[in-house]
């Protein structure tokens, strides 16, 4: 499980210059410091903090290990060393359907994820059909602590600022984000503090155990998720504007952003199939995902209407059908081949929003 998030970003290398030997994913083997732990650092006599280049020059001769393992990789390395193309920046690529490319997609990133038997033990807290791709995805790399949040940065970069750019008053890590820091607790009070009453808590890892939490009544819990992924995704997209020295946003904006955000809704575009006994929805790709702001009080004709438009269609021709999953723990307890839900009305639309 550990390597998930990690096959699906990887370091294209040019020089070597822009990537970490120890903690980039540049080797078909994996994050390197992972693969060989901290020992490994003495054992292959390349520090902490080098890049792949800085390590590569520094293999002069090959050095006999009694682990194999070390010795495949010092072979590796000697291969690598001789593809280096010091006039070419090294690139971050990410997963897609037809292998590793630059460009970041995250329906497609978001629908590799979700193939059968990538399962873990929150995944049913994080993933949510109604929820958008990229705010999942966001958060799945900072629950498994794979941003690049200043902690992590510091450590093969000694050289980085490691305060965080929100509060200004104390070092980047996942868990000062979200939401130790004063600025993001602020948001996250704001928006959450109403909601969760007695179970309200800005820490981490007790966020954690309360999307798990079973008890806990589903609109609520959807409402938590919801709003737990969209407020990492904003906050982590504001922080990286600060580091590129835009404009921080007053925090009054970013919570009305995020609270107006709440009536919004994702959909895909595609058909329902039958295989054997299961109805599956074939996404149509080239049609894709879509976002849509929906407010209280939307018809069905509106819906209908907003979803033609966007997706290009034409209504004396097309037919549309608008339907939705229920939430995975409502499934669970349901027949394999109950069929999919279709918003036909008024009232339904309420349903879907709601
Ligand atoms: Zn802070």
Redesign the pocket.
Known sequence: MREVVRSFHNKDLGNGRQTSFWFDNWLDRGVLVNVLGERGMVDMGINRSATVEEALQSVRRRRRHKASLLNDIEADLILVKEKLRSEVSDTNIWRRKSGFKPKFSTYETWSLLRSPGVVCDWSSGIWFTNVTPKFAFVTWLAVRDRLSTMDRIVKWDPGAVEM???????S?TRS??FF?????AQVWEYLMKGVLCNDYTSAWSELLILINDERMENKKKFCLIYALQATVHALWRERNRIKHEENPMPIEILMKLLEKGNGSDTCVYGEWVVKGSLREFVVNNRKGGRMFLVSDGCTHGELLEMALEDYGLDKKIEKMVLTYSLLDVILQQMAPDTPHMHVTNDRQVRNLIE
């Open positions: 965080c750019v929100l509060c200004k008053n104390a980047e000062h984000l130790e820091c004063s600025y993001s």
